[in-house]
């Protein structure tokens, strides 16, 4: 039986995203609290000297585990009723630099109870933050909103990631400007992902914005 394969969608570490599916069930089925999650950090200026932190909070008291499996990555956790737990990754292993290559950096959260998870990185004078939706709470297609490249001490490229989440999922995705490897603007290419596995896509030149891109998932043609 085909099935469309969930993911998350990630436009910088500090954008929110959103689906573009249109079934009101599903939204009513939203929700930030779960008890498995999936994420990972885009390439930001700091790179590996900035700190990545997870931000774990919860109704209830409970456990659970943070791991990056691409790299060997495990902590525990435990959290108390309306007490955030923090969780530091290497930066090492959480940092992702350049554009279009499938890496094994996704960041994958379980507890025991349901949780609700935020994902911050910071150094010096610069700190993001995003809301991290569970699994069950993903879509299976998003438009990107993302900034506009900048030529800024260096290039600061417009970007955004893709994270297979569970589920070994083939994405097509179509972006509004060319891309650092020289995908044309408005022309559809497909990555296939296995669990844990990411894909960020920059932006080629300064000005270019990616926002509006279109990353979906889709059901491979059967022989």
């Known amino acids: 039986m085909k099935m469309f394969r969930r993911f998350l969608f990630l436009i910088g570490i500090s954008i929110s995203f959103f689906s573009a599916n249109t079934a ?8 930030n609290e779960g008890t498995d999650f999936w994420l990972a950090f ?13 931000n774990i909070s919860s109704r209830y008291a409970t456990s659970g585990n943070v791991s990056i499996p691409g790299t060997g990555f495990s902590q525990n956790f435990t959290v108390l009723p309306n007490i955030v ?39 010096q004078y610069r700190s993001e933050a995003s809301l ?5 709470s993903l879509g299976t ?38 891309t650092e490897m020289g995908q044309p603007a408005f022309t559809p290419w497909t990555i296939t992902l296995n669990p844990g596995e990411v894909y960020q896509v920059q932006a080629q ?16 043609t059967e022989d």
Not at 42 to 53: P, S, V
Not at 92 to 114: K, L, M
Not at 132 to 136: G, S
Not at 147 to 162: D, P
Request: glycine share 6%; charged share 15%; hydrophobic share 35%.
């Open 205 to 220: 030149a300064d000005g270019d914005d990616l926002t509006g891109s279109i990353i979906r998932s889709v059901v491979p």
């Open 24 to 31: 009101s069930a599903q939204y009513e089925s939203i929700t």
């Open 85 to 123: 737990s923090k969780v530091s990754l290497p930066p090492f292993d959480a940092t992702i630099v350049g554009s279009e290559y499938v890496a094994v950096r996704g960041v994958h959260v379980t507890s025991v109870n349901p949780v609700v998870v935020y994902a911050s990185t910071a150094h």
């Open 141 to 178: 297609e998003y438009r990107a909103m993302c900034y506009a490249t900048e030529n800024t001490n260096g290039l600061m490229q417009s970007e955004f990631i893709v994270v297979a989440a569970g589920d070994t999922v083939t994405v097509e995705i179509t972006t509004t400007s060319n």
């Open 42 to 54: 885009t390439e930001c200026y700091d790179l590996t000297t900035a700190t990545y932190t997870m």
């Open 132 to 136: 991290v939706l569970p699994t069950p």
